[in-house]
């Protein structure tokens, strides 16, 4: 019994590090493509009830991955479903994609191309979008 017990873990234990072990090939890819959305998105701010540029291009990558896509959502919201085959709770993640009236005063390569107006919260949208 202690054997099986004993085999029983190191069988479990092989099993979650095999699980944890990301294929890293998929990093730079990923990565490339998340830095690319960030700085179009913060390049390209669109103020609140404005965001239809934003919305649109989340709305397409979600569809793309397969979600079920709800577009529209109080005037440019949007919201994807991933449905599992189980009953029970619901995870729900929400990003602000909503520029501000700022003028950004920085000179960064993608700094905003729109006059007065700032996008400061690409980072929770992009992140989001990419998990």
Aim: charged letters at 25%; zero cysteines; a neutral charge.
């Amino acid at each position: 019994m202690k054997k099986l017990l004993l085999a029983s873990t190191l069988l479990f234990t092989a099993m979650l590090q095999a699980q944890m072990q990301l294929p890293t090939s998929d990093y730079a890819a990923i990565e490339k493509q998340v830095i690319e959305w960030r700085h179009d998105i913060h390049q390209n701010p669109e103020l609140s009830n404005r965001e239809f540029k934003t919305a649109a291009k989340i709305a397409a990558h979600l569809k793309s991955l397969g979600l079920e896509v709800e577009t529209n959502v109080a005037k440019t919201g949007v919201v994807g479903l991933l449905k599992g085959d189980l009953a029970g709770k619901v995870v729900a993640l929400r990003a602000d994609i909503d520029a501000l009236p700022v003028t950004e005063r920085n000179d960064l390569p993608f700094k905003s191309t729109v006059k007065g107006t700032f996008m400061g919260e690409e980072v929770g949208a992009v992140s989001y979008t990419h998990l």
